[in-house]
T-cell receptor, first 112, second 111 residues
């Protein structure tokens, strides 16, 4: 099992460009999450999907959209990137209920 | 406002020392508190706590939760250089799936 995978590993964008971060899990998990991690801020939840076909806003959803493509895949889209979106983005998944999340390796995004 | 606060922000100790990391929280409809270790990449799971007063233990690491005083501690005994990492505390609240993370404690263990 690969667990949670993310692509790309690193990306540089110019202000105003768009891009999609991809996440996939092979653990048959129901719930998936997108976080951003900034220095001194800890991880902050952007969006989550409790199950296939549903998505909900987290703590910091502005400037992002998500798609739960199927049970395995959950993508995060930046329509018009801003320097404030420079961050490390982590995807995570879990079965649901009271258990931990499993994190992907992260995507480092730099917006110039 | 829901929040999770960890202390200290950073800690430098020598191998063999014992450390205690703190996590306090104010989160609506508490469901669980989790501890993670983050080295250079993704956080890895250490413990999940849901009940007060029950210690979770794994090797040299242990953790306990106090739901009345709204805090948890993570203890590491006989520290090793491999324990150097950022330790993250997270609390799940609301209807579930809303996780709030602290900023982490950066631990450096010197040989």
């Amino acid at each position: 099992n690969a667990g949670v995978t993310q692509t790309p590993k690193f990306q540089v964008l110019k202000t105003g460009q768009s891009m999609t971060l991809q996440c996939a899990q092979d653990m048959n998990h129901n719930s998936m999450y997108w976080y951003r991690q900034d220095p001194g801020m800890g991880l902050r939840l952007i969006y989550y999907s409790a199950s296939e076909g549903t998505t909900d806003k987290g703590e910091v959803p502005n400037g992002y959209n998500v798609s739960r493509l199927n049970k395995r895949e959950f993508s995060l889209r930046l329509e018009s990137a801003a320097p404030s979106q420079t961050s490390v983005y982590f995807c995570a998944s879990r079965t649901g209920g009271l258990e931990t999340q499993y994190f992907g390796p992260g995507t480092r995004l730099l917006v110039l | 406002e829901d929040k999770v606060v960890q202390s200290p922000l950073s800690l430098v100790v020598h191998e063999g020392d014992t450390v205690t990391l703190n996590c306090s929280y104010e989160v609506t409809n508490f469901r669980s508190l989790l501890w993670y270790k983050q080295e250079k990449k993704a956080p890895t799971f250490l413990f999940m706590l849901t009940s007060s007063g029950i210690e979770k233990k794994s090797g040299r690491l242990s953790s306990i939760l106090d739901k009345k005083e709204l805090f948890s501690i993570l203890n590491i005994t006989a520290t090793q250089t491999g324990d150097s990492a950022i330790y993250l505390c997270a609390v799940e609240g609301h209807t579930g799936n809303q996780f709030y993370f602290g900023t982490g404690t950066s631990l450096t263990v010197i040989p």
